[in-house]
């Protein structure tokens, strides 16, 4: 059971996460893209992740597309839709492609550990919430401090940056 | 096979957390669609109140039929599709502006239990995260309305309407910390029961263990005993929490209200503005899709507002569907008083949801529409900060009142 809910979803995973990249209307990928980042929540949920498939949802799928949608949006789209595909384009594509998936095989094949399941988090009892505040602010404290003031920090940038009287 | 075969296999547990679910599905959808229709109902008859008219009344009883000829109405329209629009992301908006609110309702408890079985069609330890995540997923639907109609006035109403959701988003999810941060879980069902045990979170007063039984065989100690719970439920840091807890319930209606794209934040269809805003090139079901995703996400919206902080399906005196006797007549067995009182459990639930509703309804014809750069400004410079301010004020009471 678990496993043909596994393969529906990485299907539908794939299937959308192509149509990306096949679709010629900027509006059709970003959707597909949208659903693409569905199934993969569906994948984390089907592992009991149920805090990070819902977390993709209403970060990548609910806020992030929003935005870029917003913007595709006010793009001139005609141009877009009418660019045909060159044979140039499709080779280094591929090329790209192969490469890619060749440096994941080829660390991911060689990495100690990788074909083990990690470990349970520790926590014991409770949700998968829970146990997850536990470990970010019990074991990874300092990281999680360090990279709340890298995002503090980056954020005042952009407040600055965005500035209209610059001086 | 006879009855028994059938009796075991209806109650094998797989089978019977299917036949219970869809039994809720069907239940609740039916609820919440009538509640819908009789919500449009409810607008037109309270804003014309306000105004001193009359309103549709002409239509059976006080026009009470109004809803079901409308919904015939918009049947027989043409549904007619204007040149130019990119006809997949047309036809698929209305229903993506429909469905989010509606499986919003999937983690709401609107109900306590009926004979053992919980009233909540997914009990989901992240509940909250699930309504967020959900409702976000909403805006799409009238994004690519306003944009796939190719016409201005939708345009700009899909993109007004986006950037007023993704502000306030930021705020309704801030806003509700405080209230995890106090009762400690994500899970609906268990906020609840929170709140029947410890009293609704916006209530600075709670009495503990007040029990009409014990009044009924001493009648003249009542207020003694009012004093006694009133005092058994005080904490210092309950009353203290109060303040965080009331700020973060003003900040999450407000916001709901920009997120539901209601007066007085209903920019993205400002009529005098925008026509009909995203909505404008729709006609027939696709309108009607509209209206109701817009009045559906209401009540789902007003359904977590009462879950989060009005206690629920609670109500003080009022026993859960565990009970086993109803006010104390003899004549009613143990199993149906449960059932009686797990009805009025829900229907405590959905009166509260009304209450919101009319509360809604209330505003939107009183508070005047706010001005687009005012709308902004209150959900980032204010409304955030607050909300942010408010996690920390709770955190102080939490670690330094016991």
Known sequence: ?167 | MDCTQIYQIVMMPEVFLVWTSLAKILGLLGIVLGLVSYTVYAERRVSAFIQDRLGPNRVGPQGLIQPIADAFKLVLKENFMPAGVNKFFYYIAPKLSMIPAILVLAVLPFGSTLLGVPMVIAGIDIGVLWVFAVSSLGVYGIVLAGWASNSKYSFLGGIRSSSQMISYELSLGLSVIPVFMVVGTLNLPEIVLYQVKNGWLIAPFWPQGFDLAKLAENPGGAWEMVVASFAAGFSLQKLLLWVPLFLSFIVFLVSIFAETNRAPFDLPEAEQELVAGYHTEYSSMGFALFFLGEYAAMIAASGVIVTLFLGGWSLPLVPDGSAESFFGLSFVPGWLAGVLWGFVNIGVFFGKVIALLLFMIWVRWTVPRFRYDQLMKLGWYFFFELALFNILLTALVLIFVP
């Open chain 1, 1 to 167: 059971m678990q496993l043909a809910i596994f393969w529906i979803f990485a299907f539908f995973m794939v299937f959308f996460g192509a149509l990306v990249v096949l679709l010629r209307n900027p509006v059709s990928s970003a959707m597909s893209l949208v659903l693409s980042f569905l199934f993969l929540a569906g994948l984390f949920m089907t592992l009991d992740a149920f805090f990070i498939g819902i977390i993709q949802v209403l970060v990548y799928a609910g806020a992030v597309m929003v935005l870029f949608l917003f913007i595709i949006m006010l793009l001139d789209l005609k141009s877009e839709k009418q660019r045909k595909l060159k044979v140039g384009a499709w080779l280094g594509g591929g090329a790209v492609l192969a490469g890619f998936v060749y440096t994941i095989l080829h660390v991911v094949g060689r990495m100690p550990g990788a074909e083990q399941a990690m470990p349970v988090l520790p926590g014991g009892v409770g949700s998968d919430v829970a146990r997850i505040g536990w470990v970010l602010f019990e074991r990874y404290n300092m990281p999680l401090q360090v990279v709340g003031v890298l995002l503090l920090v980056a954020t005042v940038g952009v407040v600055i940056l965005s500035r209209k009287e610059l001086k």
